[in-house]
């Protein structure tokens, strides 16, 4: 092994053995001291290796490549969001949430691709120190996520390896072959979308952590593949330019779908369309039937005959409104599903109000009502 390789080798190590320790005694590797460990990091490799500069071909066709795979992975991810359920995310575009979050996740990404390409580029095609470069990286993410927590139960351990350990694995192990083989920025590009898009973004699906623990071990793996696939053909880069403008073009009508789908399913507007998972209205609402219900708290309007989607516990129930008092100026409503012999034995007040359903669209629930049968 050359004496570079050797500096190298142990310089990893010995960071590997740091990132480790400092797991284990506290979770310090977090926030911005996660980024003044970078920066202290950085410096250190400057003065006994020294920077290269990014001379790599394709860059700006790798970076259009990766935006199309997203694209198609949103599409696919929402969709799958409207059989399992949405979750509105935390606004964090306030002073504390960008100073607090935010920006010490982009000088994170910054700092740590620009790291990662350096550490690779020194490797010079050696696998011992391409494999413990991904290690560094994958130890160094870890790290700030241990705690005590993690060992409480068998349950808060899976969770742990599900949804940080996979992924962090995944993930570097792509961003790596990215950084290899097209430098710094493609790995950026990547890493600041799947990063940040939960902070822009204000309503995200809602897996559970099997799920999610399979979409984040195998996109990153698709997105490597396809790279590798690219790599094999060599293109002329007039030819790239109209290759990914005949890719884009035929998804932005699925893309409008989908965000019109979202909206309407999501719940966090004023429409929301939902599967109806029981035979209580029929014939005139089946189940398996989608409904959209307006949402209203303008109760006076509400009307006897009216179909009323109301809260009941954890789910909404979708019945005909029979009948309707006022008393001391608060409203209540009795309903009852067509199909059913008798009334619903309770009381509606005007809390468990929702909406009121004006359109139905018959069969194309029958997917969620069977996801949730499961």
């Given amino acids: 092994m050359k004496k570079g390789y050797k500096r190298l080798l142990i310089f990893e190590i010995i960071f590997i053995l740091l990132f480790i320790l400092s797991g284990f005694v506290s979770s310090i590797l977090s926030g911005y001291i996660k980024v003044i460990s970078l920066v202290g990091i950085l410096i250190l490799f400057k003065l006994l290796f020294g920077f290269e500069k990014d001379r790599h071909r394709y860059i700006k066709s790798i970076c259009m490549e990766i935006l199309i795979y997203f694209l198609i992975y949103f599409i696919l991810y929402y969709l799958l969001g409207i059989l399992i359920g949405f979750v509105k995310i935390v606004n964090y575009f306030s002073a504390k949430g960008i100073i607090d979050v935010i920006l010490p996740l982009i000088l994170t990404i910054l700092l740590k691709e620009y790291l990662r390409y350096m550490t690779l580029t020194k490797s010079e095609g050696s696998k011992l120190l391409i494999v413990f470069s991904v290690l560094f990286f ?7 996520t241990i705690n005590e927590s993690i060992f409480a139960s068998s349950y808060s351990f899976f969770c742990f390896i599900a949804i940080t350990v996979i992924p962090t694995i995944s993930a570097n192990i792509f961003c790596s072959y990215l950084s290899y083989k097209t430098g710094y920025k493609p790995a950026l590009l990547y890493m600041f979308i799947k990063s940040l898009y939960v902070y822009i973004i204000p309503i995200v699906p809602n897996p559970n952590e099997y799920i999610y623990s399979i979409i984040e071990l195998i996109v990153p793996m698709i997105f490597l593949y396809k790279i590798y696939k690219f790599y094999l053909v060599d293109k002329d880069e007039e030819i790239l330019r109209e290759y990914h403008k005949n890719k884009l073009l035929p998804l932005i009508i699925p893309t409008l779908i989908v965000i019109f789908l979202v909206y309407l399913t999501s719940g966090y507007f004023k429409y929301h369309a939902i599967a109806i998972a029981s035979g209580s209205m029929t014939p005139n609402i089946r189940k398996g039937d989608v409904v959209v219900i307006e949402k209203t708290n303008d109760y006076e309007h509400i009307e006897i005959g009216d179909v009323l989607a109301h809260r009941k516990g954890n789910i909404i129930v979708v019945h005909r409104v029979i009948k309707k ?33 004006n359109i139905k669209i018959p069969v194309i629930g029958y997917p969620t009502v069977w996801l949730n049968d499961l």
């Fill in 138 to 144: 994958i130890i160094f993410d870890i790290a700030g």
């Fill in 325 to 357: 008092l006022i008393i001391e100026g608060k409203y209540y409503f009795y309903t009852k599903g067509d199909y059913n012999d008798s009334p619903d034995n309770y009381e509606i007040t005007e809390d468990m109000v929702y909406g009121i359903v």
